[in-house]
């Protein structure tokens, strides 16, 4: 049988009933479309907002952290100058010309140098105001030496003291020199002179805890490097980038172009010295926590967005189903009801319309019949049998016609609500007479079987005939010329009785069986079918609390079971 | 002394004709359309049996039936109808007593043979 409810109303009356039902894809999309954006951007907004500040702010923390190095160990650098040009300026002061002329004193001075600061001290020298080196202590011979053309000498001269840039010198090792002058009568002077060694600063820069593949070094104001760098060159090498401006306080700044050569550059200016402290770090090093941490944040996005989508699709998908259930049911109910009003003027439109046929067809039988009495009473024509003949043709006509008004009279009626003592015989027997004609016309064997001890019914006989009118009419479009439609009613048990509809149609594949009394539910679209009539039949054989079940094989047939309760609940 | 019958329906051609049937087979018939007549000639003529038409303007065949039965209590009452069937009168039956009801168009020997019970209960000889 097919499963597509295709009962004589629909066929005639029904427009689809799908046209009323509303869009519920679009509004699963809609209600998607609009939670998704309510949660959604604010969650994306607040996290691209976190993030950017987070990065800022991790950002800011390492310039901070560059700069605050590069104060601390300026202020090392240059205590550690200051100091040795103060203990110069002490002892020039503390020693007159005469003192410091003698070897042994300046001996002396030079291991008291060596002893207090810890190195650093690699000789020292007593220059006059000529520029002559009267007395050396050193591992070199430079007594003697005049220093008055070279600019370091014009320069303390003026100044009072000097600190050289680093140079190799005639030792061959990179060092410094402070020299600091001491003023005598008669513009007289006298200047004590000392080579320092750049290992301290080596040490000092190299001790600093740099992240980043940070790189500590000096420089001096023409970019030469004063001490060596582990990236840019040894010492006395060139750097290889721009010697910042000047500035009188510390500066942080980034240069590069891409990611990877981008670079962190803290430097500060010593003052009253040639040296520019320099701290250089890779700002993608530096940048390597705040990766992992952006992994965390972006993981976050992620799973809150995963989450959310999910309960959103899964929250949407379940409330449109619950609203294309309850919008389903509501149009089904709008349909029965529809389909019950018009039944039921179908009723009462076949009853007037038989009343009225049978009022001058009960003239004609009168008339007919008295002609035919008048020929057997009177004798005259009683002899005369293709007269007699035609007479019985025209009464057996009527009475025919007498038949159908009859059976239509009587199933019209029934398909007012009323609940009375039904004979489940008869009730079928009156369906299936609406069907022997085109039983008839299409060779189709309609077979009634029902058991002798067949109770009467006590139940709504407009639905329990709406029931077979249905489930017949179906078969009747399931099966093909020729088939057969079996009708059986028994007893189930004392309570309830079996109506067995079976037929030998095209049958229901088996994927479908579940679903035929679903509504809406047809493999018939677009051919009339609104997919509700099974439906339909299933609510009304509930109505009248029964139960209906079928069994289908693809091409052999189809059975409907339907059990009815003997009495009304 | 023929049974008499009263025919009363509002279809003048078919109450006309059934009367000279049941005349041709002996009964003594009259016939009228109209409620208001019957009860003129039930006045007139001592009926043993009428036979009514269900639906009839202003007085129905079972209010007439009632007003008959009050009068007459020994008349006895077949009705007709072209509304619906027997089966549908199986209620109305059980209400208001073990009348007949025959379904338009009727059947003469079924008519007849209905008629025959109510005269054979009555004890009276059937026509021949």
Redesign the interface.
């Known amino acids: 049988m097919n499963p597509s409810p295709n009962s004589q109303t629909e066929r005639i009356a029904f427009p689809d009933p799908q046209k009323h039902l509303m869009n519920y894809r679009r509004i699963w999309q809609t209600v998607v479309f609009l939670t998704g954006c309510v949660s959604l951007i604010p969650l994306i907004f607040i996290t691209v907002i976190d993030y950017q500040v987070t990065q800022r702010a991790i950002e800011s923390e390492f310039l901070l952290r560059t700069s605050r190095l590069i104060s601390n160990t300026q202020r090392a650098i240059s205590f550690f100058l200051t100091e040795r040009k103060s203990a110069l300026n002490f002892i020039i002061r503390d020693n007159d010309y005469k003192a410091l002329e003698n070897p042994d004193r300046l001996l002396k001075i030079l291991e008291n140098l060596q002893d207090s600061f810890g190195g650093g001290f690699m000789d020292i020298g007593l220059i006059d105001s000529d520029g002559t080196q009267r007395n050396y202590i050193g591992p070199y011979q430079l007594e003697g030496k005049n220093y008055k053309d070279q600019e370091w000498f014009t320069e303390v001269v003026e100044r009072g003291d000097y600190i050289s840039d680093v140079f190799l010198g005639y030792r061959k090792v990179p060092h410094f020199v402070i020299a600091v002058k001491r003023n005598l009568p008669d513009n007289a002077f006298y200047i004590l002179r000392a080579a320092i060694g750049i290992d301290p600063f080596n040490t000092l820069l190299s001790n600093l805890e740099l992240e980043g593949l940070g790189d500590a070094f000096l420089i001096n104001h023409e970019g030469t490097l004063q001490t060596a760098s582990k990236y840019y060159g040894e010492v006395l090498g060139n750097l290889p980038f721009p010697v910042p401006r000047f500035s009188e306080k510390s500066e942080v700044y980034e240069e590069g172009k891409t990611e990877a050569t981008r670079h962190v550059i803290g430097y500060r200016f010593i003052d009253d010295t040639p040296f520019i402290l320099m701290i250089v770090k890779n700002k993608h090093e530096l940048m390597k926590p705040w990766l992992k941490t952006r992994l965390k944040l972006i993981a976050f996005l992620i799973g809150s967005i995963t989450v959310i989508l999910t309960v959103i699709f899964w929250t949407s998908g379940f409330m449109v189903r619950k609203i294309k259930l309850a919008d389903q049911r509501r149009v089904m109910s709008l349909h029965q009801v529809e389909y019950a009003n018009k039944m039921a003027s179908i009723g009462r439109l076949a ?1 007037n319309v ?2 009225e046929i ?2 001058p ?7 007919a ?2 002609i035919k ?2 020929f057997l ?1 009177k004798g005259e024509y009683s002899k005369d049998e293709k007269l007699i003949n035609l007479i019985e043709s025209i009464l057996a006509s ?2 025919r ?2 038949t159908i008004t ?2 239509l ?2 199933f019209a ?1 029934k398909f007012e609500v009323s609940i ?1 003592k039904i004979d489940v015989k ?1 009730l079928l027997e009156d369906v299936l007479g609406f069907f022997q004609r085109e039983a008839d016309h299409r060779d189709i064997r309609l077979k009634l079987t029902a058991q002798e001890n067949t109770p009467e019914l006590e139940s709504d006989v407009g639905k329990l005939q709406q029931i077979f009118v249905n489930i017949i009419n179906n078969a009747f479009a399931a099966i093909s010329d020729g088939g057969r439609i079996d009708v059986s009613a028994g007893m189930e048990d004392n309570e309830k009785i079996t109506l067995t509809i079976a037929d030998t149609g095209c049958g229901i594949p088996k994927e479908d069986l579940d679903r035929i009394f679903e509504p809406f539910f047809s493999t018939k679209t677009g051919s009339g079918g609104t997919g509700l009539g099974l439906s339909i039949t299933y609510n009304l054989v509930q109505e009248i609390g029964g139960k209906i079940l079928v069994d289908s094989e693809v091409g052999k047939g189809t059975t409907f079971k339907i059990t009815i309760p003997i009495h009304r609940k | 002394m023929s049974f008499k019958i009263l025919l009363v329906d509002d ?1 003048v ?2 109450v006309s ?2 009367a ?2 049941l005349s ?2 002996g009964f003594d018939v009259k016939w009228t359309t109209t409620s208001e007549d019957a009860f003129k000639q039930v006045e007139s003529y001592n009926f043993d049996l009428a036979v009514l038409d269900l639906k009839m303007p202003k007085i129905c065949g079972l209010k007439l039936k009632e007003a008959l039965h009050e009068k007459f209590p020994e008349m006895k009452f077949i009705f007709l109808t ?4 027997e ?2 009168f199986k ?1 109305i039956s059980d209400q208001i007593g073990e009348e007949f009801y025959l ?6 020997d079924v008519l007849i043979d209905k008629i025959n019970i109510i005269i054979k209960s009555k004890g009276q000889r059937t026509p021949s």
């Open positions: 009853a038989a009343h049978n009022n067809l009960a003239i004609i039988n009168e008339k019949g008295l009495d008048l009473f009527v009475k016609a007498g009859k059976r009279l009587t009626r009375q008869k | 279809e051609e078919l004709t059934l000279e049937r041709i087979r072209g509304y619906g069937s089966a549908d209620t379904v338009k168009p009727v059947d003469i």
